[in-house]
């Protein structure tokens, strides 16, 4: 059964941003999809198993932007 989370990451500003953003997050285990709403910085994960939120923020990092909150 998928599971889906929604994080808010901060800095983004092109497309760039957002392919930067998708690639990292999409290479942790179990993620199956994940969607980027550039003007919002909102992020939905979406997963076949539990997701850890260290995890996002990480490869969220690892892609030179922070999760807020």
Partial sequence: MSQTSTY???GMTC????????E???E???V???AVDLP???????????IDQARV???VEEAGY???G
Wanted: hydrophobic letters at 40%.
């Fill in 8 to 10: 808010t990451v901060t």
């Fill in 15 to 22: 497309g760039h941003c957002v392919a930067s953003v998708t």
């Fill in 24 to 26: 990292e997050i999409t």
């Fill in 28 to 30: 942790i285990d179990g």
């Fill in 32 to 34: 199956t999809d994940v």
């Fill in 40 to 50: 919002t910085g909102a992020v939905t994960v979406t997963a076949d198993q539990p």
């Fill in 57 to 59: 923020r990480a490869a």
């Fill in 66 to 68: 922070q999760l807020a």
